[in-house]
């Protein structure tokens, strides 16, 4: 059975780094992309970084130059680098694995604040 744990989440303030891991256990093949989404209070889930497994990315706008998502295959694990936080970026964070089918985390909260 495939699980995906997140941690690195926490209380950051504005303008700080967070670095997000998402580790996946059990037998998993034929990834074809993972990534990043996160949803706020009363907002839909949006994606946030994507990966291929060419390596292909995808960042939504609003993350651009700050955010950078990368995995290590050995490990079986998927990273978000979070750069230059802005109190926006407040959210629960989930990491997604595709294959034939879907794997979702748990959920790591992000919280940027004062």
């Known amino acids: 059975q495939v699980q995906l744990v997140e941690s690195g989440g926490g209380l950051v303030q504005p303008g700080g780094s967070l670095r997000l891991s998402c580790a996946a256990s059990?037998?998993?093949?034929?990834?074809?992309?993972r990534g990043w989404y996160r949803q706020a209070p009363g907002k839909e889930r949006e994606l946030v970084a994507s990966?291929?497994?060419?390596?292909?990315?995808n960042y939504a706008d609003s993350v651009k130059g700050r955010f950078t998502i990368s995995r290590d295959n050995a490990k079986n694990t998927v990273y978000l680098q979070m750069n230059s936080l802005k109190p926006e970026d407040t959210a629960v964070y989930y990491c997604?694995?595709?294959?034939?089918?879907?794997?979702w985390g748990q959920g790591t909260q992000v919280t940027v604040s004062s």
């Open positions: 997604r694995i595709v294959t034939r089918r879907e794997y």
């Open positions: 990966i291929t497994s060419l390596g292909t990315t």
């Open positions: 059990g037998s998993i093949f034929n990834i074809y992309s």
